[in-house]
């Protein structure tokens, strides 16, 4: 869809300098920009889209508020008494312009507002790095202006879906998650190719708005969480009237004149249906930024150092003297908004501190580092059911050579899930570090775990030894009993 951006009166410039320069005004530039102003520096952010990114108009918000209508109505039924009051079906224009609300109907004044209130001046238009710690800025219009910065430029440019190079994908005109978040009317039929988050909450959300669904998933159905959990949802999408279609790859894709699209697969069966969503990874936002004219790779992702400087070739040494950091999508250390805005606080953070030659904590757990980001990454699917993780699945912890030990439970078996929801089917695991005593890896799925994610995340990063945790009691009757039943299996 076309961009809409917000037209904000500016004097015209040819140069201006400040402390730090970010390109980027999602989510994690705007932190990063909000840290730095708040730690006496200042700082302008350039944007060549909508101030607030990927999050806030095509990802995290408007597929949420998607999921959340059906998954409201789904949780009504559920329960004697509320289900009798639910006598008609969803209201799917209802769901669409509640999305559109909160993509803020894809416009930005609210944002720019936030930035201008905050001090944080904003340039729109293509932000290019040069070798003396500057910007260049070309807007819509050609009209070039040059940013300097005193201390530090930050890419936060996040990603771009990647598509694969399938033979006729690229001219039948696939969504990806822009479209499938943005979408002003649900297709009959709609193809999925990929397993993973993107394809798993969008296969949900338009099976249950009416699409056909066919889920294309080589890989599998969110293979990089435990297994329970893709089975989980495997089953959830089926039950849904979808099909999944696991091991199978798409080898080739046609548009016909009248709109339908084909899809042939490695097997040789064909599926044909309306739009074909494409979700199968991210690609980094670094193709124009001028790193070439740093030594580094246009296109490629930008590994950082623990203080997120991005590193030069030999991938130790901080690139451009130590002033050009990466926060976010585009360092590839997680590919989350909340991991990319905890990243966001530390680089901020830690160029204050830099400029203003005060000590840095960049030891482990300090506070101008993201340790998190490799120990204790939580994250929400909100798929049917809803699957919460924080910290290793059971096979990353061994294959990180942690002698662990795996604690199972059936979330079924609890008296507050029988409360809250008939019929309830969930499951949760635990994953163990045996030599420290410490939890290292919390998996959930059923009904809205997302809100018991929290507290496995706290025992986590705190390393809470397992004979503290006997001492935190769960109220009665919850689902967060499983916390008391998962300790019992392991023993004291």
């Known amino acids: 869809m076309a961009t809409q951006t917000s037209q904000t009166a500016q004097a015209p410039r040819t140069a201006r300098t400040y402390d730090v320069v970010v390109i980027g005004a999602g989510p994690v530039g705007e932190n990063v920009a909000d840290r730095v102003v708040r730690g006496g520096l200042t700082a302008a952010v350039v944007e060549r889209e909508l101030v607030g990114g990927e999050c806030s108009y095509w990802a995290c918000m408007p597929t949420k508020a998607l999921l959340r209508g059906t998954a409201a109505l789904r949780a009504a039924r559920q329960v004697p008494g509320a289900r009798e009051a639910v006598t008609g079906d969803l209201d799917v224009r209802a769901v669409l312009r509640r999305r559109d609300s909160f993509a803020s109907d894809w416009k930005d004044e609210g944002q720019v507002s936030w930035l201008e209130s905050a001090g944080i001046d904003l340039y729109r238009g293509q932000g290019r790095v040069t070798a003396d710690r500057g910007v260049t800025v070309t807007a819509g219009d050609g009209t070039v202006t040059s940013l300097t910065a005193r201390h530090a430029v930050v890419l936060a440019t996040g990603t771009s879906a990647l598509l694969p190079d399938i033979p006729g994908l690229a001219a039948s005109a696939p969504w990806s998650s822009r479209e499938a978040a943005s979408a002003k009317a649900v297709p009959g039929r709609l193809a999925v190719i990929g397993g993973g988050v993107v394809a798993s909450e969008m296969a949900t959300a338009y099976a249950a708005l009416g699409s056909t669904v066919t889920v294309l998933a080589r890989d599998g159905v969110l293979p990089l969480a435990e297994p329970f959990a893709g089975e ?261």
């Open 232 to 492: 989980l949802v495997t089953e959830s999408l089926r039950a849904a009237g979808a099909s999944v279609r696991l091991g199978v790859e798409a080898v080739s894709v046609r548009r016909e004149a009248d709109g339908t699209v084909h899809v042939t697969l490695d097997d040789g069966e064909r599926v044909e249906a309306d739009e074909v969503l494409v979700a199968v990874g991210r690609t980094p936002n670094t193709q124009d930024l001028g790193l070439d004219a740093l030594g580094l790779e246009p296109g490629g992702w930008l590994p950082v150092d623990d203080t997120l400087r991005v590193l030069g070739k030999d991938g130790t040494t901080p690139a451009a003297d130590g002033w050009l950091y990466a926060a976010g999508d585009v360092n590839r250390r997680v590919l989350l908004t909340h991991q990319g805005k905890y990243q966001a606080r530390a680089v901020g953070d830690v160029i204050v501190a830099r400029a203003k030659g005060e000590k840095v904590e960049d030891g482990l757990w300090g506070r101008h580092v993201a340790t998190a980001d490799e120990r204790a990454v939580p994250q929400v699917v909100f798929t049917e059911p809803e699957l919460a993780s924080v910290g290793l699945t059971a096979a990353a912890a061994e294959a990180a050579g942690l002698r662990v030990r795996v604690l199972d439970h059936d979330l079924a078996a609890l008296a507050g899930s029988s409360l809250h929801a008939e019929g309830y089917r969930g499951h949760a695991r635990m994953v163990v570090d045996e030599d420290r005593g410490v939890i290292v890896g919390f998996t959930l799925a059923g009904p809205d775990v997302a809100e018991l994610l929290h507290a496995a995340t706290i025992a986590i990063v705190g390393e809470v030894p397992l004979d503290r945790l006997w001492h935190a009691v769960p109220a009665f009757p919850t689902v967060s009993e499983v916390w008391l039943r998962l300790l019992e299996a392991y023993g004291r």
